[in-house]
């Protein structure tokens, strides 16, 4: 069995770095890293975050702000819509639109006080409880 030549290495690993993109982004590529960066964490990073004790569990947070009107299983009650098919990235940016004043819809004002006082822990917590 020969040995490789640790300079052959060398030589492979310089060729392979010259392989690599270094140039920099164009303005086309910008909004694309813009939009990258303002993309919300995920909610599970969230609430690794917290130490253990200060972690808001997402079932007590769905029934003291959501059962009412979305239902025990998030079927949706009356005029309220169901929960489910959203994914918790998803259900997470619905919430933080409505507690910024930007979703619009019918319950619109409804959300906007059922979250006004939510924590982001507590969206995020909420949002993978309902989110599947």
């Given at each position: 069995?020969?040995?490789?030549?640790?300079?052959?290495?060398?030589?492979?690993?310089?060729?392979?770095?010259?392989?690599?993109?270094?140039?920099?982004?164009?303005?086309?590529?910008?909004?694309?890293?813009?939009?990258?960066?303002?993309?919300?964490?995920?909610?599970?990073?969230?609430?690794?975050?917290?130490?253990?004790?200060?972690?808001?569990?997402?079932?007590?947070?769905?029934?003291?702000?959501?059962?009412?009107?979305?239902?025990?299983?998030?079927?949706?009650?009356?005029?309220?819509?169901?929960?489910?098919?959203?994914?918790?990235?998803?259900?997470?940016?619905?919430?933080?639109?409505?507690?910024?004043?930007?979703?619009?819809?019918?319950?619109?004002?409804?959300?906007?006080?059922?979250?006004?006082?939510?924590?982001?822990?507590?969206?995020a917590a909420v949002s993978i409880y309902t989110g599947e």
């Open positions: 069995m020969n040995p490789i030549h640790p300079g052959l290495i060398l030589l492979l690993c310089a060729a392979l770095a010259a392989c690599g993109d270094a140039t920099a982004p164009t303005s086309e590529n910008a909004p694309q890293a813009e939009s990258a960066a303002s993309a919300l964490t995920h909610p599970s990073d969230i609430l690794a975050a917290l130490p253990p004790e200060a972690q808001p569990y997402g079932l007590d947070v769905y029934t003291a702000k959501c059962v009412a009107c979305h239902g025990n299983l998030g079927q949706g009650i009356a005029k309220n819509p169901a929960l489910r098919g959203l994914t918790p990235i998803a259900m997470q940016q619905k919430l933080h639109d409505y507690r910024a004043g930007k979703a619009a819809g019918a319950q619109t004002a409804v959300m906007a006080a059922a979250v006004a006082g939510l924590s982001d822990a507590e969206i």
